[in-house]
């Protein structure tokens, strides 16, 4: 099971912001639970190479994305005083423009993320204040901005709903709670974590979780 949860967890979340094969292969080579399987010939590099590229066939759109949001990214550096959108459904849900050199970039929920000192170098690529950028990267920012936009709402209503949060990590949740209320509170959380804004609207959400004395995974 760790097995097929090294591989599975890691294509499908490192592909999804462009990992490519030597990346892969160095991550699943650094993986106590995968190394043994390359170490004895079970998998090896070309293993690697089909699986990203089954990845890229099946979920071609994630790549196409890739290309669409750096081509805007790039478009708002070489003309600073245009705006770009990219639209979902005949809807701008990302809004890209050039404030004096800082690319600026309109999420879904109105939040901004700010790239300063943005200029497309010599040989065709993104550099920013702290390095270089591509679609991959780019696409990695907005889908965990999003993803972080989406926690802080739900933190609030927890908060709101007499949910106490003592603690949250990435898209996890801690309330701490009255034991007596708790099946009550956990299917109150359960609720509020499924429930999509309007500016989410189509982002598929699901959500598990369970009561504990003490701090779990």
């Known amino acids: 099971m760790d097995m097929m949860r090294g591989f599975g967890k890691d294509a499908i979340l490192g592909a999804g912001y462009g990992m490519g094969v030597q ?3 160095d991550n699943c080579r650094s993986n106590p639970d995968l190394r043994p ?13 089909r699986l990203i590229k089954t990845y ?9 994305f890739w290309k669409e949001v750096e081509a805007l990214f790039k478009f708002v550096i070489r003309f600073p005083n245009e705006t770009a959108t990219y639209d979902l459904n005949g809807q701008p849900k990302l ?10 970039l309109q999420l879904p929920s109105g939040r901004v993320l700010y790239y300063r000192h943005a200029a497309i170098s010599r040989d065709g690529n993104i550099r920013w204040q702290w390095g270089h950028l591509w679609g991959g990267s ?3 920012n907005i889908i965990q901005s999003i993803g972080a936009d989406l926690l802080r709402l739900w933190i609030l209503d927890c908060e709101e709903l007499n949910i106490p949060v003592v603690t949250h990590c990435y898209d996890e949740i801690v309330g701490l709670v009255d034991e007596k209320y708790a099946e009550m509170k956990l299917a109150l959380m359960d609720s509020i974590m499924c429930d999509v804004p309007d500016w989410a609207e189509g982002c598929p959400l699901a959500s598990e979780g369970k009561i504990s004395t003490f701090y779990t995974k």
Do not use: S
Not at 56 to 64: G, Q, S, W
Not at 95 to 104: A, E, L, P, R
């Open 23 to 25: 990346r892969f292969y």
């Open 37 to 49: 399987l390359f170490d004895d010939g079970t998998y090896n590099r070309g293993f690697i190479e």
């Open 56 to 64: 890229r066939k099946m979920y071609y759109r994630i790549p196409a």
């Open 95 to 104: 809004k890209f423009w050039n404030d004096n050199g800082t690319v600026c």
């Open 138 to 140: 780019i696409t990695e």
